[in-house]
């Protein structure tokens, strides 16, 4: 039996988005600290999250003001996972978790397949690595795809113990995206959005759906 690919619901702005999130069996429920169109303020956070139940993982993705912030987010309104941007080094992964976090995940930002040299121990520090695209300016949540089919065979090699998968998903490309690289996570945001931050429905939906469609296919 051939585990589901979890999804992750990031770059929510509304308590109504994070319930839908949950109700379609999002397993994550991202909100960003991290600044840009989609940042939200730590009371802000703890209304949507409020909405995510007990089934639904809160992640928060942080930049490099985390480890104030972390504990700031957690007083707040609870967190489980704190999301590292701004290329993290192991040694930020043992920062996180001195300010509370309780998993810590790190992002690879990639402008090709090529990884970078402090993959590995990034790999080994944290609870899981998510593969994003770099982008010109900002973070994340730009709609740049990872060149999937490329990077397969160098993931391989190198396959950490939770890979999540972001960057440039959608409703039509994540069962393409899961086939090449058959991740434990698919991360979407601005794949599921009408505008930066406002996430359709029917968009959601449909990932859900393809993403159960591609997991009955690896079986």
């Given at each position: 039996?051939?585990?589901?690919v979890?999804?992750?619901?990031c770059?929510?702005?509304r308590?109504r988005?994070?319930?839908?999130a949950?109700?379609l069996?999002a397993?994550?429920?991202?909100?960003v600290?991290a600044?840009?169109?989609r940042n939200?303020?730590d009371a802000?956070a703890?209304?949507i999250?409020?909405?995510?139940?007990?089934t639904?993982?809160?992640v928060?993705?942080?930049?490099?003001?985390?480890?104030?912030?972390i504990?700031?987010?957690i007083?707040?309104?609870?967190?489980?996972?704190?999301?590292l941007?701004?290329?993290p080094?192991?040694?930020d992964?043992?920062?996180?978790?001195?300010?509370?976090?309780?998993?810590?995940w790190?992002?690879?930002?990639l402008?090709?397949?090529?990884l970078?040299e402090r993959?590995d121990?990034?790999?080994?520090?944290?609870d899981?690595?998510v593969?994003d695209a770099?982008?010109?300016?900002g973070?994340?949540?730009s709609?740049?795809q990872?060149?999937?089919?490329?990077l397969?065979?160098?993931?391989?090699?190198?396959?950490?113990r939770?890979?999540?998968?972001?960057?440039?998903?959608?409703p039509?490309?994540v069962?393409e995206?899961i086939?090449?690289?058959?991740?434990?996570?698919?991360?979407?945001?601005?794949?599921?959005?009408?505008?930066?931050?406002?996430k359709d429905p029917?968009r959601?939906?449909?990932?859900?759906?393809a993403?159960?469609?591609?997991?009955?296919?690896?079986s």
């Amino acid at each position: 039996m051939v585990d589901p690919v979890a999804v992750k619901f990031c770059g929510l702005t509304r308590p109504r988005d994070a319930r839908l999130a949950a109700a379609l069996g999002a397993r994550y429920a991202g909100v960003v600290f991290a600044g840009g169109p989609r940042n939200q303020s730590d009371a802000a956070a703890a209304r949507i999250f409020s909405e995510v139940g007990a089934t639904c993982e809160r992640v928060g993705v942080f930049g490099a003001d985390f480890a104030s912030r972390i504990a700031d987010v957690i007083a707040a309104g609870g967190l489980d996972v704190a999301q590292l941007h701004a290329d993290p080094q192991p040694a930020d992964v043992a920062r996180a978790r001195s300010a509370g976090a309780p998993q810590v995940w790190a992002v690879v930002r990639l402008a090709s397949a090529a990884l970078p040299e402090r993959f590995d121990a990034l790999a080994q520090a944290a609870d899981a690595v998510v593969l994003d695209a770099r982008a010109p300016s900002g973070l994340g949540g730009s709609g740049i795809q990872l060149p999937w089919a490329t990077l397969a065979d160098v993931i391989e090699r190198h396959r950490p113990r939770k890979m999540v998968l972001a960057g440039g998903l959608t409703p039509d490309a994540v069962g393409e995206a899961i086939a090449l690289l058959n991740p434990d996570v698919v991360d979407v945001s601005s794949g599921v959005e009408s505008s930066p931050g406002i996430k359709d429905p029917a968009r959601m939906r449909a990932f859900a759906d393809a993403v159960r469609t591609a997991t009955r296919a690896r079986s």
